[in-house]
């Protein structure tokens, strides 16, 4: 069984700096591609950055240059390191990986970026 879960997730001022994690579950984590998404409340569910097997990364232009995509194989586990935090970086973050063609999500971690 395919699990993911998030955790990292808090309030933090502008400016600040957050680190989520993605421990996997029930699955080879190191052969497959594992991403963070996010969605702000009325808004769609967006890509934020995604790294895979090899360790190539692609980010978001809004989160190009202050957010780090990371994976640990040995400890089935993905990291998203969030630096210079906004406003407008507030919402719920979301593992995912697609496995045997079938999209799994993490429950997601709440980011609210507030003074």
């Known amino acids: 069984q395919v699990q993911l879960v998030e955790s990292g997730g808090n309030l933090v001022q502008p400016g600040g700096s957050l680190r989520l994690s993605c421990a996997a579950s029930?699955?080879?984590?190191?052969?497959?591609?594992m991403a963070w998404y996010r969605q702000a409340p009325g808004k769609q569910r967006e890509l934020v950055a995604e790294?895979?097997?090899?360790?190539?990364?692609n980010y978001a232009s809004t989160v190009k240059g202050r957010f780090t995509i990371s994976r640990d194989n040995a400890r089935k586990t993905g990291y998203l390191q969030m630096n210079t935090l906004r406003p407008e970086d507030t919402a719920v973050y979301y593992c995912?990986?697609?496995?045997?063609?079938?999209?799994?999500w993490g429950q997601g971690t709440q980011v609210t970026v507030s003074s």
């Open positions: 995912n990986v697609q496995w045997r063609n079938k999209d799994y």
């Open positions: 029930g699955f080879t984590f190191s052969l497959y591609t």
């Open positions: 790294i895979t097997s090899s360790g190539s990364t």
